[in-house]
């Protein structure tokens, strides 16, 4: 049973690794303004993740169970979420979260090129300004949401949980 949720989280690592990977691949090939815009959506993929699992991890069933007796469709969805906060959380915050921060990487580095290329920047200057502007949208945007996440968690959950409900039809 352990080795069957290892493996789909293996799978799962790996189908998304490579569909982001070839979509950074892609976009080398397009302008600087839309690689910009690309892996700001990346790092905001990431964060917007590691609220939802943050808001799972912290949600608490019992105002879920009252919704859910009220016949509150996206109750039951929400409560799944919860009673499977572990693996919701490893799923959004360490699959997707990482592999947004390994593409991000990837975009870094082909904008950092770029940069290099086309406005002869030195490599070295080139390379720390966008690292630490990608770790700076990165890291504070976790930080700012997990604050939300924590404070909002119930809302959060119910919202994911619509979702689902909408895209299980």
Not at 142 to 168: E, P, W
Request: include cysteine; hydrophobic fraction near 55%; aromatic fraction near 10%.
């Amino acid at each position: 049973m352990k080795y069957k949720w290892i493996l789909q989280v293996f799978v799962l690592s790996f189908l998304l690794s490579a569909v982001f990977s070839g979509l950074s691949s892609f976009v080398s090939d397009f302008n600087v303004i839309l690689l910009i815009v690309i892996l700001f959506i990346v790092i905001g993929i990431g964060i917007l993740f590691d609220m939802i699992g943050v808001a799972v991890l912290t949600a608490e069933e019992a105002p879920f169970h009252a919704r859910s007796a009220k016949k509150i469709n996206s109750a039951k969805a929400s409560l799944k979420l919860i009673k499977n906060s572990t693996k919701v959380s490893s799923i959004c915050n360490d699959i997707v979260g990482d592999i947004c921060g390994i593409v991000s990487g990837s975009l870094g580095a082909t904008l950092t090129l770029y940069l290099i290329g086309n406005f002869h920047i030195h490599p070295l200057l080139s390379t720390i300004l966008v690292t630490s502007f990608i770790s700076a949208f990165t890291v504070g945007g976790k930080a700012y949401f997990k604050n939300i996440a924590t404070k909002n968690s119930d809302g959060i959950v119910l919202m994911v949980g619509k979702i689902m409900q909408v895209f299980s039809k």
